[in-house]
């Protein structure tokens, strides 16, 4: 579902002042990658339809923290994503293609690495209802696709997702390989 805000509404969302949004949008304030990061992240938008218009435009890609730190905060974004960027924003969307290759529709929304224990509690229930709906044969591809399409995600919670798959594998040992 789109969110329809208001250009007041939508300015104070990511923090800008409303006539500075109206610049950005008339082509007289370029976008920092300050500003486009806090888009992508809050409103769950590809870096990559934002810096060029190729879909998918719901897809954020979590970029790792030491390539950020490469970034300038004051960097216009379009450089920002040819220089730093596109790469692997290009490589996490073909990793979120994975489960949809084994005829598996991905209900997880990219919501970045989760900042609570309410997000990673929702993840985990997702991940669930997901594995539930699917056939057996299918958990084990589906997990790998989905961890395969959050990398940093992945390395930060490495242990917990190991418990996981263990616990899920100890249900239906013959489910993952």
């Not at 007041?8 to 500075?20: E, K, N, P």
């Not at 992240?41 to 923290?65: C, N």
């Not at 209802?129 to 990398?151: I, Q």
Request: proline share 6%.
């Amino acid at each position: 579902m789109e969110r329809k805000l208001s250009r007041v509404a939508f300015a104070d969302a990511v923090g800008v002042d409303s006539s500075f949004l109206s610049n950005i949008e008339h082509a007289r304030a370029p976008v920092r990658y300050y500003l486009a990061k806090k888009i992508c992240l809050d409103f769950l938008i590809s870096e990559r339809w934002l810096a060029t218009g190729k879909e998918p435009k719901k897809r954020y890609v979590e970029i790792h923290p030491d390539k950020e730190q490469q970034i300038p905060a004051r960097m216009i974004f379009s450089e920002a994503y040819d220089k730093f960027l596109s790469k692997e924003i290009e490589e996490g969307l073909e990793r979120w293609a994975v489960p949809h290759s084994f005829g598996i529709s991905v209900k997880l929304s990219a919501i970045g690495t989760p900042r609570s224990d309410d997000q990673r509690q929702t993840i985990s229930a997702l991940l669930i209802d997901e594995l539930a709906s699917l056939p057996p044969a299918k958990h084990g591809e589906f997990l790998r696709g989905v961890f395969a399409g959050m990398p940093w995600f992945y390395r930060q919670y490495q242990d917990e997702i190991e418990k996981f798959v263990r616990a899920v594998h100890k249900k239906s040992p013959k489910v993952i390989k």
